[in-house]
C-alpha cells in the first residue's frame, strides 16, 4: 500500500531516535507518485532549522519542479546539495533514492538508474546530527514542519539505510519492489496497515518494521492507496502506470 498526502497538513513524524542520527553513510529510498509540482516538497526529511541538515530528499524549489533534490551537512552550517537530472512528476509510480558515502558520493537515483544532475558544495566527510524530527511528506523543521513543504502526492515504502547502497543495491530495490532483503535497514515504513480507500485518523500510526521502531505519529488524514510492490514474497497489486 501506500500513503496518499493532501499537500495541506498530511505528513508523518517519526520523532528523533538514536538510530536515525547518522552520522556517516547513508540510503534514503522510497516509491512516489506526484504530478504538478510548484515548490521544494518533504519526501524524507530530517532538518532542525536550516542549515542543520543531517539529510533531506525533497522535491525541486525551482524549475524543473520534477527533480528530486538531496541535502546534506556535514557541519551544521554548509549545505551540500545535489539535484537529479531526471523527474518524477508524470502522475507515474516511480522509485527515488539518494545515497551518500563520505568525501565520496551523494548520487541520486530514479527508478533504479543514476541520475545525477548538479551538485552544489563539497561531499562532505561526515553527516552532521541534530535533534529534529525525521518527517515523511513535509519538511521537518525545528521538531515541526517547514510552511508550504507538504507533498501533494502518494508515497510508498519509505526507508533509511546506514550504509551506502551500491548501485546494484539500488536497482535490486527497484526491481523487486519491496520483496528484498538487503541489509542495514535503521528505517522502514510500508504504509500497508489498512486497504485501499481507508482514512488513517486518530491515533492511527505508520509502522516502522525495522528494530528502531520509529512508527510515524499521524498529522492529517492521508488516505491509503495501492502501490506497485510486493512484501513477504506476496504480490501487494500490479500497476499498469
Same mark, same amino acid.
Given at each position: ?71 546534506? $551537512?556535514?557541519?551544521?552550517? /554548509? ?6 537530472? @531526471? #523527474? !518524477?512528476? *508524470? &502522475?507515474?509510480?516511480?522509485h527515488i533514492a539518494t545515497v551518500f ?38 519538511? $521537518?523543521?525545528?521538531?515541526? /514542519? ?6 501533494? @502526492? #502518494? !508515497?510508498? *515504502? &519509505? ?45 492511527d500510526v505508520t509502522i516502522d518494521v525495522?528494530? /528502531? ?6 498529522? @492529517? #488524514?492521508p488516505i491509503y492507496r495501492q502501490a ?14
Amino acid at each position: 500500500m501506500a500513503l496518499d498526502f493532501d499537500g495541506n497538513d498530511d505528513h508523518l513524524d517519526m520523532g528523533d531516535p538514536a538510530a536515525l542520527d547518522i552520522t556517516g553513510a547513508y540510503t534514503l529510498a522510497c516509491w512516489v507518485k506526484c504530478s504538478s509540482l510548484t515548490t521544494a516538497f518533504g519526501l524524507i526529511s530530517k532538518v532542525l532549522g536550516a542549515p542543520n541538515f543531517t539529510y533531506e530528499l525533497i522535491t525541486a524549489g525551482t524549475a524543473p519542479f520534477g527533480n528530486i533534490v538531496v541535502n546534506t $551537512s556535514g557541519d551544521g552550517s /554548509t549545505v551540500v546539495t545535489r539535484r537529479s537530472s @531526471g #523527474a !518524477i512528476d *508524470d &502522475a507515474a509510480w516511480h522509485h527515488i533514492a539518494t545515497v551518500f558515502a563520505p568525501s565520496t558520493n551523494l548520487d541520486t537515483y530514479i527508478d533504479g538508474a543514476l541520475s545525477n544532475g548538479s551538485l552544489t558544495g563539497t561531499i562532505p566527510a561526515s553527516t552532521y546530527t541534530n535533534a529534529g524530527s525525521l518527517c515523511i511528506a513535509t519538511r $521537518s523543521y525545528n521538531k515541526t /514542519t517547514y510552511p508550504g513543504s507538504h507533498f501533494p @502526492g #502518494a !508515497i510508498a *515504502d &519509505a526507508r533509511v539505510y546506514n550504509r551506502a547502497l551500491s548501485a546494484g543495491e539500488i536497482a535490486m530495490l527497484y526491481h523487486l519492489r519491496g520483496g528484498d532483503n538487503i541489509d542495514g535497514l535503521v528505517g522502514r515504513w510500508p504504509m500497508n496497515e489498512k486497504i485501499d480507500g481507508a482514512i488513517m485518523s486518530g491515533g492511527d500510526v505508520t509502522i516502522d518494521v525495522t528494530p /528502531t521502531g520509529a512508527h510515524g505519529a499521524l498529522n @492529517g #488524514a492521508p488516505i491509503y492507496r495501492q502501490a506497485p510492490l510486493r512484501y513477504f514474497g506476496a504480490v501487494e497489486a500490479v500497476m499498469t502506470d
